[in-house]
């Protein structure tokens, strides 16, 4: 059985940094697209970022240039310039790569087979 586990999550003040960790309890990590996405209070699931197994990444404009995602036995997110509306969890998703056809499609939440239980974020102002 697949586990994702986030952790790093915390109360921080605008303009402050934090990284996210999530750690993967299978084997055939190394081949998976891993992604971030977020759900702050009353909305729906937003992705964040994603990184393909060959290190490829994109991000949602929102945190283009302030947000970075990596891998190698963990998948990273940091964090800086953190604003009040990044306040949200957060969680990592993974899947197998044959199963999205397109860049949208690493963007859908049902996309993604496997979940984390989520970090929070609070950004204060």
């Known amino acids: 059985q697949v586990q994702l586990v986030e952790s790093g999550g915390d109360s921080v003040q605008a303009g402050g940094s934090l990284r996210l960790s999530c750690t993967a309890s299978?084997?055939?990590?190394?081949?998976?697209?891993m992604a971030w996405f977020r759900q702050a209070p009353g909305k729906g699931r937003e992705w964040v970022a994603y990184i393909d197994s060959d290190g490829r990444t994109a991000y949602t404009d929102s945190v283009k240039g302030r947000f970075t995602i990596s891998r190698d036995n963990t998948l990273y997110l940091a964090m800086t310039s953190l604003k009040p509306e990044d306040t949200a969890m957060y969680y990592c998703a993974a899947t197998d790569p044959w199963t999205l056809y397109n860049d949208y499609e690493r963007h859908q939440p049902e996309k993604y087979n496997w979940w984390g239980q989520g970090t929070q974020v609070t950004v204060s102002s």
């Open positions: 299978a084997y055939t990590y190394a081949y998976w697209v």
